[in-house]
């Protein structure tokens, strides 16, 4: 079975410093696809950035990078430069490939709600 | 390009009820996915429709069910709710040909049986 981890419930950060969420996981699949999702209080989730498990360079969105860890099955987000805006649920998700069974088939880890204090 | 819209916004039904969700996906967009999301369970995988076709499914009952039409917009139905269908339905929708695809989801349907 594939299973994702987060295991930081909440999370609190002052605004301008740097944050860094965990997730871990566990899968068979020797290629698939991760992703940090945000969901704010509006409820629409939103994509923050993605990885694929055969590339070995991380991933960078502007104040968003994650560290991908193949290995140790860990792929956490660094928030820099924390704004007020970044408050908001964050998951990380995964498409675990499986062929063509997997179209828009994500699994979740529980989330972890992220504030930001001014 | 106008987002994922989904219908209605809040929804209040009592148990032994049947109810219809709608989803229209991005102009383009072929794939629309479904979710549920509870407190307790998180996000879990409804099922997935492309072409009016079901390729993929999550482990829910039979009284989850779904369809797409030519137009690409889908519909999930829930017949007999449970007070444990009380959740937010999330929807999504991408073009439906790579794995890697970024997910664009709804606001959702806040779904409540009492």
């Known amino acids: 079975a594939q299973t994702v981890t987060q295991s930081q419930p909440e999370m609190s950060v002052q605004e301008a410093e740097t944050v860094t969420l965990s997730c871990t996981y566990d899968?068979?699949?020797?290629?698939?696809?991760l992703f940090w999702y945000k969901q704010p209080p509006s409820r629409q989730m939103i994509l923050v950035i993605r990885q694929e498990a055969y590339k070995q360079q991380n991933a960078t969105e502007n104040r968003f990078s994650v560290n991908f860890q193949k290995a140790a099955k860990s792929f956490s987000l660094k928030i820099s430069d924390s704004q007020l805006g970044d408050t908001a649920m964050y998951f990380c998700a995964f498409n675990f490939g499986a062929g063509g069974t997997s179209y828009g088939k994500l699994t979740f880890g529980q989330g972890t709600i992220l504030t930001v204090h001014p | 390009k106008a987002g994922v819209t989904q219908t209605p916004r809040y929804l209040i039904k009592t148990r032994g009820q049947q109810v219809t969700l709608s989803c229209s996906p991005i102009?383009?967009?072929?794939?629309v996915s479904w979710y549920q999301q509870t407190p307790g369970q998180g996000l879990q995988f409804l099922f997935e429709?492309?072409?009016?076709?079901?390729?993929n499914k999550g482990n829910f009952p039979g009284r989850f069910s779904g369809r797409q039409f030519s137009n690409s917009r889908s519909e999930m139905n829930v017949s007999t709710l449970e007070l444990g269908d009380s959740a937010l339905y999330l929807c999504?929708?991408?073009?439906?040909?790579?794995?890697?695809?970024?997910?664009?989801f709804g606001s959702g349907t806040q779904l409540s049986v009492l």
């Open positions: 429709y492309f072409s009016e076709t079901q390729r």
């Open positions: 999504a929708s991408t073009p439906g040909w790579d794995l890697n695809e970024k997910l664009f």
């Open positions: 102009s383009g967009h072929r794939s």
């Open positions: 899968t068979s699949e020797s290629n698939y696809y």
